[in-house]
């Protein structure tokens, strides 16, 4: 279990310089380390802590009143590719955002140095909404930095107070599936871990709500959807938009479309969605379709499939979650 914390400037100090030696091909001059090993003191600090060990570190500050600025983060050598560092990150932003902020600001290696592990950091930015406004040498630097810039305004988790909505993560996999798992739903595992590798190689993105720190809901989305009109047009494909039942009617399932949506628009102005049809003890797929219609979808007017083929008039199909209306709604 990941918990995130504020941390004194004395443990702050004592993880960035133990993150610091873990790190060498990052962090390789030591009198800049030294400089934010101090620095990281008069800084606010968030920590990622697992079981008794702190695992990674942010530390921010406010340069101006309306703008936050990521001034140091780093974790640990084992702990990457986990998501650790996108939830602090997402932690920060919430932080500063509470505290008047308006924007956020980094600095990093320009991508025109092409130094391999600066790349992963600059794509790790981008990929949490960071824009590159400008390249600058500082003085007495070898090296160009870009600095980059994010908004503030379209948080996920401050539209409702006591709902937080992050990418999905190894250690989500077994408490989501135990949560549907006492609700008489099969989720088992191995659905989440392929959901991971496909995050991972790029192909889907998973994002899962908590309500007041329990797991409350999960959405992915596709990006080269298996039905095959969305996949001609090349319509990323809303998929296994799922919200427990007792945290339905509290903005968890619009909160989760919001980000698909917003990540669907960076590729096209079209986004997609299949519904079933069928209703059930549980609602069954009736409270989906309501919401998918007050949210401006509307069917593509290629009529029912069945894994993703055609129904053919006159023929029998089991009424089960392959048989499918397909819905599509442009973005803006």
Not at 240 to 246: A, E, Q, R, Y
Request: proline share 5%.
């Amino acid at each position: 279990m990941i918990k995130i914390e504020t941390i004194t400037p004395d443990l702050a100090e004592g993880l960035c310089r133990k993150i610091t030696g873990d790190l060498p091909e990052y962090f390789g001059l030591p009198e800049v380390n030294e400089h934010y090993a101090v620095g990281v003191r008069s800084r606010f600090n968030l920590a990622a802590c697992i079981g008794e060990e702190y695992v990674g570190l942010i530390s921010i500050d406010f340069p101006y009143p309306e703008n936050a600025n990521i001034y140091w983060m780093g974790i640990l050598r084992d702990y990457h590719r986990t998501g650790i560092g996108k939830i602090l990150s997402y932690e920060a932003f919430k932080q500063a955002k509470n505290s008047g902020a308006k924007t956020i600001s980094v600095e990093t290696l320009s991508p025109e140095e092409a130094d391999e592990n600066y790349l992963k950091t600059y794509q790790f930015y981008k990929s949490l909404g960071f824009a590159p406004l400008f390249n600058l040498k500082p003085q007495g630097y070898e090296w160009n930095m870009v600095y980059m810039l994010k908004s503030l305004d379209d948080l996920f988790e401050n539209r409702t107070k006591d709902v937080f909505i992050r990418p999905l993560i190894r250690e989500d996999i077994i408490a989501i599936s135990t949560a549907f798992d006492q609700i008489g739903w099969n989720k088992p595992p191995s659905s989440f871990e392929e959901y991971l590798k496909e995050q991972e190689e790029g192909e889907r993105i998973v994002w899962v709500a908590h309500f007041k720190g329990e797991f409350a809901g999960y959405v992915t989305l596709k990006w080269q959807s298996g039905y095959p009109s969305f996949k001609a047009e090349n319509i990323a494909e809303i998929m296994d938009l799922n919200v427990l039942p007792h945290y339905r009617k509290m903005g968890v399932g619009s909160l989760l479309l919001d980000c698909a949506e917003k990540e669907a628009l960076t590729k096209s102005q079209i986004i997609g969605i299949g519904v079933g049809l069928y209703a059930g003890a549980d609602g069954g797929y009736g409270a989906a379709q309501r919401l998918y219609i007050k949210r401006g979808y509307i069917p593509d007017g290629k009529g029912v499939t069945y894994n993703y083929e055609p129904t053919i008039p006159g023929n029998s199909y089991p009424l089960d979650d392959d048989l499918v209306l397909w819905f599509t709604k442009k973005l803006s």
